[in-house]
């Protein structure tokens, strides 16, 4: 198994992390595209999937932070079943979000919606609190 050096040197212990959680061999991933070419939410992120697994490859933890395309993610499973690597990307993005949320940062502040709370289904509230927050 090959590692990758990171941006700081070694692996480090956030991208460590991130594989525990996932479970998954991010280094198999070589970056054929077909993950981010089926991805239906792909046109509401900021970066295709297939970038979040080279930012996890190179240990550019700052572009893991700083993206929305974790949180965007639905978890379909159409990355995994087209990729032609068994690699299970809506795991890896569940990992990522994890990380985040470990770390007590927040996505969305429930409390800056709280006037159209009223408004919204409260399974969605729930859901987004859930998925969105730590």
């Keep these: 198994m090959a590692f990758l050096i990171?941006?700081?040197?070694i692996e480090s212990e956030y991208i460590k992390k991130i594989k525990e959680l996932s479970g998954e061999?991010?280094?198999?991933?070589?970056h054929c595209g077909k993950c981010s070419a089926g991805c239906p939410s792909v046109d509401s992120?900021?970066?295709l999937p297939n970038q979040i697994i080279r930012a996890i490859q190179i240990g550019d933890i700052e572009t893991l932070k700083t993206s929305n395309t974790p949180?965007?993610?639905a978890s379909c499973n159409m990355?995994?079943?087209?990729?032609?690597r068994g690699i299970d990307l809506c795991a890896i993005m569940e990992g990522v979000r994890q990380?985040?949320?470990r770390e007590n940062e927040d996505y969305i502040d429930i409390k800056k919606y709280s006037d159209?709370?009223?408004d919204l289904p409260?399974?969605?509230?729930?859901?987004a609190q859930r998925k969105l927050s730590s």
């Design 6 to 9: 990171s941006k700081e040197g």
């Design 25 to 30: 061999d991010i280094n198999a991933c070589y």
């Design 45 to 47: 992120m900021d970066r």
């Design 71 to 73: 949180w965007i993610c």
């Design 79 to 84: 990355c995994f079943i087209r990729c032609p």
């Design 99 to 101: 990380m985040i949320l």
């Design 116 to 118: 159209r709370l009223a």
């Design 122 to 127: 409260p399974i969605a509230v729930v859901s």
